[in-house]
Nanobody, 126 residues
């Protein structure tokens, strides 16, 4: 199983980026997908999750209303559209897949995830 995150870069505050996570070696529509981030000197934060069907998405309060997660199972790819970016969004962003299918109120926990991508750096300048 491989996950390849891409799309990171340097953007000004208020700008947008779209991250992609290309997967291989698995049947993506059997998995829940999560996006996480880790800012310098901080722990890993779960920011979004999408169900295997794509019908249920959850977001951390820190990104809700600004980020949108989506998936294209036919392309084995997951996306994170990020808008209205802030300097505090600066972090390495990771995608991960989970065979666990939680209820919508379940928190976005990294321990639920089986496979991880290598991360892509997002830097937001003020």
């Amino acid at each position: 199983v491989q996950l390849q995150a891409s799309g990171g870069g340097l953007v000004q505050a208020g700008g947008s980026l779209r991250l992609s996570c290309a997967t291989s070696g698995l049947t993506l529509d059997s998995y829940t997908i999560g996006w996480f981030r880790q800012a310098p000197g901080k722990g890993r934060e779960g920011i979004s999750r999408i169900s295997s069907t794509g019908r249920r998405a959850v977001y951390a309060s820190s990104v809700k209303g600004r980020f949108t997660i989506s998936r294209d199972n036919a392309k084995n790819t997951v996306y994170l559209q990020m808008s209205s970016l802030k300097p505090e969004d600066t972090a390495v962003y990771y995608c991960a897949v989970s065979s666990y299918h939680p209820i919508i109120s379940h928190p976005i926990n990294d321990i639920d995830y089986d496979y991880w991508g290598q991360g892509t750096l997002v830097t937001v300048s003020s």
